[in-house]
């Protein structure tokens, strides 16, 4: 067996979103900028059934994750960033049946979750300068995915490159 090196897993690019309404269209969709130095974070939360052994042993089963997206955005964002969001929360607010769709990297565009808003309140200050200031700070946004997943959710952005250099080699 040959090993292989993955030197990164589900992409590179920052994420996207999509608001889809509750017969299925898109209503919007957009591409959201990179996020700050704390970066676009996936938290992959592991739900397991426990059981504690008289003998102190415990027995385990794992039945799936779900995965919090955390977008850190506190140290710049810009009015149309912040307009992006607002449009996402004021549709939903409208529309309590439409879903929210996040791609968490651009460059793998199949990996896609249904979210729904995990954070708290959202902290929002203006840079210095006045009217000339570049944007604003402190926003970080967080996200829950609605499903459970049974497998872990990682992926090759990879290889869909791979697969179509193969497909164009074969035909």
């Not at 676009?40 to 089963?61: A, V, Y």
């Not at 879903?99 to 249904?114: A, C, H, S, V, Y």
């Not at 499903?147 to 164009?168: A, E, G, M, V």
């Amino acid at each position: 067996m040959s090993v292989v090196l993955i030197p990164y897993v589900n992409g590179v690019m920052p994420p996207a979103m999509k608001i889809i309404s509750s017969t299925g269209s898109v209503i919007d969709k957009f591409e959201l900028p990179e996020c700050t130095k704390d970066g676009f974070l996936e938290k992959h939360i592991p739900k397991m059934i426990l059981k504690d052994i008289i003998d102190g042993t415990t027995k385990w089963r794992l039945i799936g994750w779900k995965i919090d997206f955390t977008m850190h955005y506190n140290d710049w964002i810009t009015g149309d960033t912040l307009y992006k969001f607002a449009e996402v929360f004021d549709y939903k607010v409208e529309h309590p049946d439409c879903k929210i769709i996040l791609t968490p990297r651009q460059d793998n565009p199949g990996r896609t979750f249904e979210v729904y808003y995990k954070g708290d309140a959202i902290d929002l200050g203006i840079l210095k300068g006045g009217t000339a200031s570049i944007g604003h700070k402190l926003p970080v946004i967080k996200w829950g995915s609605v499903k459970r997943y049974k497998k872990f959710q990682i992926s090759n952005p990879n290889d869909r490159i791979i697969n179509l250099t193969k497909l164009k080699i074969a035909a």
